[in-house]
């Protein structure tokens, strides 16, 4: 597997953890982690729930104390204190976007409030960042009416009023339709075009495709760290083959098959499967007892590929 | 790097009034709860008991017994209704048709004036103790009315025992209820309120992205706070306004004694209300230890209805630890008694206790709590 973390330390680094470590009790929420970030980039964080994502996030806000590592935001390390992080980064956290009570304007000047902006800034960032998102409703809406797109959008129009360095999406998009999703993700490519740095976790493998990398997290480590295509590669360094059964399949010749010796990986997709073999010589020996059952054809791997043989294998 | 910014405190401020206006229930109960209190208290709860429904059996039916029942029926507490038999009489109290019996036997006047001592049974329904007291001391007071009437002349009596009731003449239960009703009010909108706002917080995650923000914890409890303090003076001024206006009861002490105490006793409740909110983060939790912590003691505990002096000995202690027992003391002697300051000295110190350990307490719990 690939770890590729860049070493450097130049201010074209955004983001920058070595060895971060954030315990509870006796249980390691993130152990011993390390990557960085460039500036600019769309950094995408993978992993199943409790994987140790929002906890890493939740320490790179300056919301919670790491037990050891070291840690730098946006030219700030922690040693300066929480403080100091927190006026460089936007933080757009997963279970709460805005106060649903409150209108549209009093949530935007609340933020704004907090990071101290004054009027005439604070009224050039909301147009900048209204048309940024290209928002039309009236000021006086309350949040209750919007839609959870329009919500989602608005929400990180807050977390961008105070023009930060660096911008941590936790889930954004979890729970809102398909086309706002996909709006919401125009709009995090606008971000990193205006070289902002954009830090997102995800549960959608469509959405995890469009980052420049992405981490595989699980228990807390990272198990994989590259761009989209690096990773298929160096997971799948064999083709992808999809099987198109022939024949409807019984439960015992496909988990006879999903343990054959000759694939690496062999998992359901809808009613087809996706596969893929330990070596070249092995498969070819296979190959005619398997074209009699299915149609195969080479495919590229996908990222939910990736996801299952690394972060859902069995072995660690 | 730790400075407090007044103008973040103040934006945490204004949020938390447009949640309060924006939500009827809040609201609703802040500016009615106290109306509603005090009219109830006021007009629908009567301690003193009157038109007691008494059931009478005159076997004797003789001038002297007419007259005893006379002195019963003039007394205004009574409201008498004959039966033929004394098993009849008994009947009507155990269906609950009156509260208590007189049973006057055949030869009571005879024997009154052979001078074996007559005697008349008085059977009173034990069930509702609240009745019972009142019953007995207008039974006893009646009686020395009535031995007069019917012997018909005055004795001569070797002294005259005459009971004068210092600051409440007419021991109107509205001028001991209606002032620690201040106490109740308040004790609910501080600490229930506050515990909710903050556990809301944290319920909703929005306390995350607060945190998320330069803000500093103490801005947060300040801003939060200042609203429900307001809401708690308001609602203090609306009793108090009804209580001089509607009820006509007297404020005899001074007014800034009774500002400071009020201001103490809001300031100890708002920060146990922070504590449950901090320790609990969950509404429903918050909502039952304030109910528990706060406006329990201070309805049953604080001698608001039931005197401290006749509880058991552990209690009359255990209301010490209560900030509402020291409160309710301020609350009605400055109303009725017009204590000084100094008289109240004991109060005070005990309720500045509560409060500064209170507010120790609870910002030291918050902040750790906030604090990376």
């Given at each position: 597997m690939n770890f590729s973390s860049s070493e450097t330390h130049d201010h074209e680094t955004a983001v920058e953890v070595r060895n971060l470590s954030v315990r509870f009790g006796d249980f390691y929420a993130v152990n011993r982690v390390s990557f960085s970030v460039r500036?600019?980039?769309?950094?995408?964080?993978?992993?199943?729930?409790?994987?140790?994502?929002?906890?890493?996030?939740?320490?790179?806000?300056?919301?919670?104390?790491?037990?050891?590592?070291?840690?730098?935001?946006?030219?700030?390390?922690?040693?300066?204190?929480?403080?100091?992080?927190?006026?460089?980064?936007?933080?757009m956290s997963q279970k709460f976007t805005l106060y649903d009570d409150l209108t549209i304007?009093?949530?935007?000047?609340?933020?704004?409030?907090?990071?101290?902006?004054?009027?005439?800034?604070?009224?050039?960032?909301?147009?900048?960042?209204?048309?940024?998102?290209?928002?039309?409703?009236p000021l006086n809406t309350i949040v209750r009416d919007l839609s959870g797109g329009t919500k989602q959008q608005v929400s990180l129009a807050a977390s961008l009023l105070h023009d930060p360095e660096v911008v941590f999406l936790d889930e954004p998009t979890a729970g809102v339709t398909p086309a706002s999703r996909s709006r919401f993700w125009s709009l995090i490519r606008k971000l990193a075009e205006n070289n902002k740095t954009v830090f997102v976790t995800t549960h959608y493998?469509?959405?995890?495709?469009?980052?420049?990398?992405?981490a595989l997290m699980r228990e807390g480590k990272i198990l994989a760290l590259d761009t989209p295509d690096g990773l298929k590669r160096s997971i799948f360094p064999m083709p992808m083959l999809e099987f198109d059964p022939k024949?409807?399949?019984?439960?015992?010749?496909?988990?006879?098959?999903?343990?054959?010796?000759?694939?690496?990986?062999?998992?359901?997709?809808?009613?087809?499967?996706?596969?893929?073999?330990?070596?070249?010589?092995?498969?070819?020996?296979?190959?005619?007892?398997?074209?009699?059952?299915?149609?195969?054809?080479?495919?590229?791997?996908?990222?939910?590929?990736?996801?299952?043989?690394?972060?859902?294998?069995?072995?660690? | 790097m730790k400075t407090f910014v007044w103008r973040r405190a103040a934006a945490v401020s204004r949020k938390e009034v447009l949640h309060i206006l924006r939500d009827p229930y809040t609201l609703g109960a802040a500016l009615a709860l106290p109306v509603f209190m005090v009219i109830m208290f006021g007009v629908a709860i009567e301690f003193n008991v009157k038109n007691v429904a008494l059931t009478v059996c005159d076997s004797d039916q003789t001038q002297s017994s007419r007259r005893l029942l006379d002195s019963f029926g003039s007394s205004q507490y009574f409201l008498l209704h004959g039966v033929p038999s004394p098993y009849e009489a008994v009947k009507e109290v155990s269906a609950e048709r009156a509260r208590a019996a007189l049973i006057i036997p055949p030869r009571f006047e005879k024997d009154l004036f052979d001078g074996r001592g007559a005697e008349v049974q008085m059977l009173v329904d034990g069930s509702d103790n609240s009745t019972v007291g009142p019953v007995l001391s207008y039974v006893s007071s009646i009686q020395t009315i009535a031995s007069r009437r019917i012997a018909d002349y005055d004795p001569p009596a070797p002294y005259d025992l005459r009971t004068r009731f210092l600051f409440n003449p007419e021991l109107n239960s509205r001028w001991f209820v209606i002032p620690g009703l201040t106490v109740v009010v308040m004790s609910i909108l501080s600490i229930l309120l506050t515990a909710l706002t903050i556990a809301r917080e944290w319920e909703n995650g929005s306390m995350e992205l607060l945190l998320s923000t330069p803000v500093e914890p103490l801005e947060i409890i300040v801003g939060k706070l200042a609203p429900y303090g307001a809401l708690g003076i308001i609602a203090v001024a609306f009793v108090y306004v009804i209580a001089r206006t509607v009820f006509g009861i007297p404020f005899v002490g001074n007014l800034a004694v009774f500002g400071l105490g009020c201001l103490l006793f809001l300031m100890t409740y708002l920060a146990q209300g922070l504590l449950i909110s901090v320790v609990t983060r969950k509404q429903t939790i918050?909502?039952?230890?304030?109910?528990?912590?706060?406006?329990?003691?201070?309805?049953?505990?604080?001698?608001?209805?039931?005197?401290?002096?006749?509880?058991?000995?552990?209690?009359?202690y255990f209301t010490?630890?209560?900030?509402?027992?020291?409160?309710?003391?301020?609350?009605?002697?400055?109303f009725l008694v017009g204590s000084s300051?100094?008289?109240?000295?004991?109060?005070?110190?005990?309720?500045?206790?509560?409060?500064?350990?209170?507010?120790?307490?609870?910002?030291?719990?918050f902040k750790r709590d906030l604090e990376p």
């Open positions: 500036r600019g980039e769309t950094f995408g964080f993978l992993g199943a729930n409790g994987a140790g994502k929002t906890t890493t996030i939740r320490v790179l806000c300056g919301l919670l104390r790491p037990a050891e590592g070291y840690v730098r935001v946006a030219g700030v390390s922690f040693d300066q204190g929480e403080q100091a992080v927190k006026s460089k980064v936007g933080y304007e009093e949530n935007l000047s609340f933020t704004a409030s907090l990071r101290k902006l004054d009027t005439a800034t604070y009224m050039r960032r909301r147009q900048e960042l209204f048309d940024f998102i290209a928002f039309d409703r493998m469509d959405e995890a495709e469009q980052c420049d990398r992405i024949e409807p399949l019984s439960f015992a010749e496909i988990s006879e098959m999903a343990t054959h010796e000759v694939f690496m990986f062999f998992e359901p997709y809808g009613l087809r499967f996706h596969a893929s073999f330990r070596s070249e010589d092995g498969w070819e020996k296979v190959r005619p007892f398997f074209e009699e059952k299915f149609t195969i054809r080479q495919i590229k791997p996908s990222l939910e590929d990736v996801f299952i043989q690394t972060v859902e294998s069995e072995v660690a | 918050a909502m039952q230890l304030a109910m528990m912590s706060g406006m329990l003691p201070s309805n049953l505990l604080s001698g608001f209805i039931f005197p401290i002096e006749s509880m058991p000995k552990f209690f009359q010490m630890i209560l900030p509402a027992r020291w409160f309710m003391t301020i609350a009605r002697d400055t300051f100094f008289e109240l000295s004991g109060s005070f110190l005990a309720l500045s206790i509560f409060c500064v350990l209170m507010i120790l307490i609870a910002t030291r719990r």
